[in-house]
C-alpha cells in the first residue's frame, strides 16, 4: 500500500472514530442535541438529563486523536494535487490548517461547554456562561468551516474539470457534497461519515 493511499485509510479510521465523538455530544444521554435548546434552560436540563460525564471528557480526549488522524488524509490529498497543480495544493494545505487547527479547538470548546454544564449542576446560571463561552469562541468553528469550504471547492473544481488523473464523476467524493446530501437527514456527525466515505473512495480510484 503507497503512503497516500495508508494516509487515507487513516482518514477514513479518524473519520468514524470523529463521528462517534461528535454522537457523544449530539445524542445527549439519548435525547438529540440542538442549539435551539441553549435559549431554554429546561429544555437543556431535559436533553441532558441522563448525559454521563465521561461522554464530554470522552469526545474532547478521542476527537483530538481522531481529528490528527483525520489531517493525515487532507494533507496527503493535498500533496498529491501537486503534480496538477501548484495553486491547487497550495490553497489545499493552507485550507487543512484551517480546517484542522480551529476545528480541534471548536470540538475541545464543545465537549468542555457540556462537561462545565453537567459539573455545574445544569442550572440556569450555567447556561448562560457556557452559552457566552460558546459565542466568544464561536470564530474557531467559522474558520473551521471557511477552511472546509475552501478545501473542498478546490477539489471538486480540479476532479470535475478533468485536471487530475481522476475521473470527472469522481467528483461525487467530496466531504462538502456529501454532507449535503446527509444533512436533511439530521444524522449527529453528518460531516464525519461524509469524510469517511470520501476518503473510502478515494482509497480505491487513487
Known amino acids: 500500500m503507497s503512503a497516500v493511499k495508508a494516509a487515507f485509510l487513516i482518514a477514513v ?11 457523544l455530544l449530539i445524542y ?12 431554554d434552560n429546561g429544555k437543556m436540563q431535559q436533553a441532558f438529563r ?8 470522552l ?3 478521542l476527537g483530538c486523536m481522531a481529528l490528527c488522524m483525520c489531517c493525515c488524509g487532507y494533507y496527503a490529498l493535498a500533496r498529491w494535487m501537486r503534480p496538477f497543480s501548484e495553486n491547487a495544493s497550495r490553497i489545499m494545505l493552507i485550507s487543512t490548517v ?6 480541534t479547538a471548536h470540538h475541545v470548546f464543545c465537549g468542555a461547554a457540556e462537561w462545565f454544564y453537567i459539573r455545574m449542576g445544569m442550572t440556569g446560571e450555567a447556561r448562560e456562561i457556557i452559552s457566552d463561552f460558546f459565542r466568544k469562541t464561536s470564530v474557531t468553528m467559522i474558520i473551521c468551516y471557511l477552511g472546509m469550504l475552501a478545501f473542498s471547492v478546490t477539489l471538486f473544481v480540479m476532479v ?3 485536471a487530475t488523473a481522476l475521473p470527472p464523476w ?3 467524493f467530496n466531504i462538502l457534497l456529501i454532507a449535503a446530501v446527509l444533512f436533511p437527514l439530521r444524522i449527529g456527525g453528518a460531516g464525519n461519515w461524509a ?8 482509497l480505491l480510484l487513487i
Open 50 to 57: 441522563r448525559m454521563p460525564e465521561r461522554n464530554p471528557m
Open 170 to 172: 469522481a467528483c461525487i
Open 195 to 202: 469524510g469517511a466515505v470520501m476518503y473510502l473512495g478515494l
Open 59 to 61: 469526545s474532547m480526549l
Open 98 to 103: 484551517l480546517f484542522f487547527i480551529p476545528g
Open 13 to 23: 479510521l479518524g473519520h468514524l472514530l470523529c463521528g462517534w465523538c461528535d454522537c
Open 160 to 162: 470535475i474539470t478533468g
Open 28 to 39: 445527549a444521554g439519548g435525547q438529540k442535541f440542538s442549539f435551539r435548546l441553549m435559549n
